[in-house]
């Protein structure tokens, strides 16, 4: 079975610092990667996917994330964040099956101070 | 409409009752998923749908447990003898197919059971 950990329940940093927020995954299959963001009071959105390729992905407003086979990871970084970059935000890999259904990991809470 | 709308945006409901939650996916999306989100974690699958029929249910807890798509494309889950631990926020995403590509999520219902 999948799984996800992300091993930091909450980021403070001050703006304009980089920041990491680290994602480890368990499957006996190969599987897709996702982040997905969740600002206040608002619906979960996609960040940024691994599928295949290029084992570095972007996203438009600056973060990436890479994805390492050899250590299961899939960190997401920003060189300098945000005040607005301020959410919740959550790792997840596609279930066994290629169904798409996901399986989250717990959140880390990206706290961005002036 | 634009988005995945899910209704209502809030219940409250007693013990034992009855609930229904609804789901309007983005018009075209073939494949339709409820998670549930509980306070600090990170969605927990329960049910996808490809067009009407229920692909895979095995994350539904439990037989009070209940989802329905009779024309693939509006989404009911349904709650039977509703206890406090169902208190939670229940999302649901679309997608245009599955395996791999994004899933557009609801900003969710968040249901309380006293």
């Known amino acids: 079975a999948q799984s996800v950990t992300q091993l930091d329940s909450q980021v403070p940093v001050f703006e304009e610092a980089p920041v990491e927020l680290r994602c480890n995954y368990s499957s006996s299959v190969s599987v897709y990667l996702f982040w997905y963001v969740q600002y206040p009071n608002q619906g979960l959105q996609l960040l940024l996917k691994y599928l295949s390729g290029s084992t570095l992905v972007e996203s438009i407003n600056g973060f990436e994330a890479e994805f390492n086979k050899s250590q299961t990871s899939f960190h997401l970084r920003k060189p300098s964040v945000h005040i607005s970059d301020t959410a919740e935000y959550f790792c997840?890999?596609?279930?066994?099956?290629?169904?798409?259904?996901?399986?989250f990991g717990q959140g880390t809470t990206l706290q961005v101070k002036p | 409409g634009a988005g995945v709308s899910q209704t209502p945006s809030n219940k409250v409901t007693e013990k034992g009752k009855y609930v229904e939650l609804r789901c309007d996916p983005i018009s075209g999306h073939t494949a339709l998923y409820w998670y549930r989100q509980s306070l600090g974690q990170g969605p927990e699958f329960l049910i996808y749908?490809?067009?009407?029929?229920?692909?895979?249910d095995s994350g539904l807890p439990n037989d009070r447990f209940f989802a329905v798509r009779p024309e693939g494309s509006v989404s009911t889950l349904k709650i039977q003898r509703t206890e406090r631990g169902d208190s939670a926020v229940y999302l649901c995403?679309?997608?245009?197919?599955?395996?791999?590509?994004?899933?557009?999520f609801g900003q969710g219902t968040r249901l309380t059971v006293v």
């Open positions: 997840a890999v596609t279930g066994a099956g290629n169904t798409g259904k996901l399986i």
């Open positions: 749908f490809q067009g009407t029929g229920a692909a895979d």
């Open positions: 995403a679309s997608s245009s197919k599955s395996g791999g590509t994004e899933a557009f």
